[in-house]
């Protein structure tokens, strides 16, 4: 009977053997068929995750900007989030931004692919990516400089009779933040008032404020909208007057910057380009907030019979701010600046105090050759280019590098790829001197030539907006 049942038996394992056998599954172990399934499952998706990561990471480097490889691409590439100031002097909440957005890319814990180096280099220059000086934009600078010269066929830049300034001032309430201790208000205002003080006695003066009602919540929004007030009516300087209407406002809510645009034409509706050189100062820290498009209105007013010379300054503003502002002084055909802080502010409106000056000695019949202005000087020593483009590219090279060696200390990157992305930033500051000695060769080349004829090839070469 046992004999039998052993023969049974034996029987029955041999058949579970040879089963195991064609399954190609070990008999020894009954779990390990089991752990062997999980482990190839798991093998099997770290390939596919590593698939989809590729496939993540080659759609995300699509997302970003090209790095330029021309000079015509750099001075025209999108400006980056976090420029024009040292990575240290921004806030604590900006650090946090910054570090934050590079650590939305994937995590790279040892070496790098070049994927990953892509990715990591294209964010970085899209966060830091510095505001290079365009040379087109540079000549409408030099224009203004060379107010008077008959060099310069467009009539706005021709002496007139009577000299008219409107300053249009954003008091929004991101008007109140504060640099180096003093509200950007304040700053402004004193700006103002310096500046109005010089103008010639014979030019008229005018200040417009918007936003400066209600508040910046969505209950004050209509209120806010609508605030667009002429607290100082075109006349000659008194310095009383201005400061009292200076006083009246504050910064307060939205930002109904189109609506400003269309109540300065009004306002110098009566002062034809005939007979009057009028120029326009709109100073803002930030975009259109109230509905309007100040891009349309600002091609109204450049068509208006004002012909007004118009001056767009972006007081500390952001990069989303500054591509609208600049739509902005495109559409009027004008010209566009930054300013970072009081002296920076005071430098542009200068600008506006030396063709005053120019006017008032032409009127004085002081001013004999207005010719004396000469572009080949303006061409061949620019200082925006020897010190704007320097600074740029100094900050751009360093502060790439910091936020990405927190990231390093961290852990979210390896510092293999650290190293590669700070190789990288040395590369490019090399290549952006080398692009720095090439403008200001070919622009002193060109600098014997006319004036049309130097605005035609600068446009040609470095202004890819032309049309």
Not at 30 to 59: C, F, H, L, R, Y
Not at 361 to 387: E, G
Request: hydrophobic residues 35%.
């Amino acid at each position: 009977m046992f004999k039998r049942l052993r023969i049974l038996l034996i029987s029955i394992l041999a058949l579970f053997f040879l089963a195991a056998c064609n399954n190609d599954q070990p008999v020894d172990d009954s779990s390990k068929p089991e752990e062997e399934e999980v482990t190839e499952s798991v093998s099997n998706q770290e390939e596919q995750n590593k698939e989809s990561e590729g496939k993540e990471i080659a759609d995300l480097i699509e997302e970003l900007p090209e790095p330029a490889d021309s000079i015509e691409d750099l001075v025209n590439a999108e400006v980056g989030s976090f420029t024009g100031k040292d990575y240290d002097d921004l806030t604590k909440e900006e650090q946090e931004t910054v570090i934050a957005e590079l650590k939305t890319l994937p995590k790279v814990e040892e070496g790098y692919t070049e994927e990953e180096l892509e990715l990591y280099w294209r964010k970085s220059l899209s966060l830091f990516h510095e505001d290079y000086p365009n040379p087109a934009e540079a000549l409408d600078q030099m224009s203004m400089e060379a107010f008077g010269s008959p060099e310069i066929e467009d009539e706005r830049y021709q002496f007139k009779d009577q000299l008219n300034v409107e300053i249009l001032l954003d008091a929004s309430g991101s008007m109140a933040n504060v640099i180096d201790g003093k509200s950007m208000m304040d700053i402004a205002k004193e700006s103002i008032a310096e500046f109005a003080k010089n103008l010639p006695e014979e030019a008229n003066i005018a200040l417009r404020v918007y936003g400066h009602e209600g508040s910046g919540s969505d209950a004050d929004k209509s209120l806010s909208c609508k605030s667009n007030e002429l607290v100082y009516d075109m006349g000659s300087y008194n310095e009383g007057k201005l400061s009292d209407a200076m006083d009246k406002f504050n910064p307060a809510g939205w930002t109904p910057l189109a609506k400003a645009i269309e109540e300065a034409e009004k306002d110098l509706s009566k002062l034809g380009g005939e007979n009057n050189t009028n120029i326009i100062y709109l100073v803002s820290d930030g975009v259109e907030t109230c509905d309007g498009d100040p891009v349309q209105a600002a091609k109204n007013l450049a068509g208006s019979g004002i012909q007004p010379i118009v001056n767009v300054i972006g007081f500390d503003v952001n990069a989303d701010g500054q591509k609208q502002l600049k739509e902005v002084a495109k559409a009027a055909e004008g010209i566009y600046s930054n300013a970072r802080n009081q002296s920076e502010l005071n430098t542009e409106l200068d600008r506006a105090k030396e063709i005053a000056e120019k006017w008032e000695a032409w009127k004085t019949d002081s001013l004999k050759q207005a010719s004396d202005v000469k572009f080949q000087q303006l061409l061949s020593d620019i200082p925006l280019f020897n010190i704007d483009w320097s600074n740029a590219n100094n900050f751009e090279k360093f502060n790439m590098r910091k936020p990405l060696r927190v990231l390093r200390d961290d852990g979210h990157i390896s510092r293999e790829l650290y190293q590669a992305l700070s190789d990288r930033t040395s590369e490019r500051f090399s290549w952006v001197m080398d692009m720095q000695d090439v403008v200001r060769k070919d622009l002193r080349e060109i600098a014997n030539e006319s004036y049309e004829e130097i605005e035609t090839q600068i446009n040609e070469k470095y202004n890819n907006n032309v049309e």
